[in-house]
């Protein structure tokens, strides 16, 4: 167990619809980091939050929006979804800005 | 961006064997990591290596950054290491990850 969480661990939606995925870090750690694995794209970089504040932004769609809270957790909205976005999404943590991440057990999004 | 290049893509290899992997990169780093995602897809972190060695059990890894390539050695490997290895990287200059494509690696007993 990393001591970081996410939730829900899968999610079924259709397309045009929007969804939350919700990534709590382990303690103590003020980085959050959030990316996508799908088949034909492999692990993409989406985005990275450093103590509520964003620090990089990668490959991640307009349609995607994401925020650090004052506590930490993070959440990753998507929006108008495809069909093409389902995939699995990973949060990971880290204590700094440039150093080991540790990853959540990902959630599963499927666009029907 | 950078081009992380990853090799081999696959690796099969009987219990007890060892293996190199091996990370290219086009580009100047500041930060490097190696990530292993089991059978069940979970990802775990294996080593931050900007540069220099370190190990850790029968696993070590190996940066050369000024010659842009990272190794990673697994020792008398067993069907638990079976799963896919990534390495990642930071470009110099700029904080975003730049994921190779992995090398999927099966044990068998």
């Known amino acids: 167990d990393s001591g970081v969480t996410q939730t829900p661990k899968h999610l079924i939606t259709a397309t045009g619809q929007r969804v939350t995925l919700r990534c709590s870090p382990r303690s103590g750690d003020l980085s959050v980091y959030w990316y996508q694995q799908s088949l034909d794209q492999g692990l993409q970089f989406l985005i990275h939050y450093y103590n509520g504040e964003e620090r990089a932004k990668g490959n991640i769609l307009e349609r995607f929006s994401a925020q650090q809270f004052p506590d930490l957790h993070s959440e990753l909205n998507l929006s108008s979804l495809e069909l093409g976005d389902s995939a699995l999404y990973f949060c990971?943590?880290?204590?700094?800005?440039?150093?080991?991440?540790?990853f959540g057990p990902g959630t599963r999004l499927t666009v029907l | 961006g950078i081009q992380v290049e990853q090799s081999p893509p696959d690796l099969i290899l009987q219990e007890g064997a060892n293996s190199t992997l091996r990370c290219n990169f086009s580009?100047?780093?500041?930060?490097l990591q190696w990530f292993h995602q089991n059978p069940w897809g979970q990802l775990i972190n294996l080593f931050y290596?900007?540069?220099g060695t370190k190990q850790n059990g029968r696993l070590s890894a190996t940066t050369v950054a000024t010659e842009r390539y990272s190794l990673l050695y697994i020792s008398s490997s067993q069907t638990t290491d079976s799963g896919v290895y990534f390495c990642a990287v930071v470009q110099y200059n700029f904080n975003k990850f730049y994921f190779g494509s992995g090398t999927k690696l099966n044990v068998k007993p």
């Open positions: 990971a943590s880290s204590p700094h800005k440039t150093d080991t991440q540790y």
């Open positions: 290596i900007p540069s």
């Open positions: 580009d100047s780093v500041n930060n």
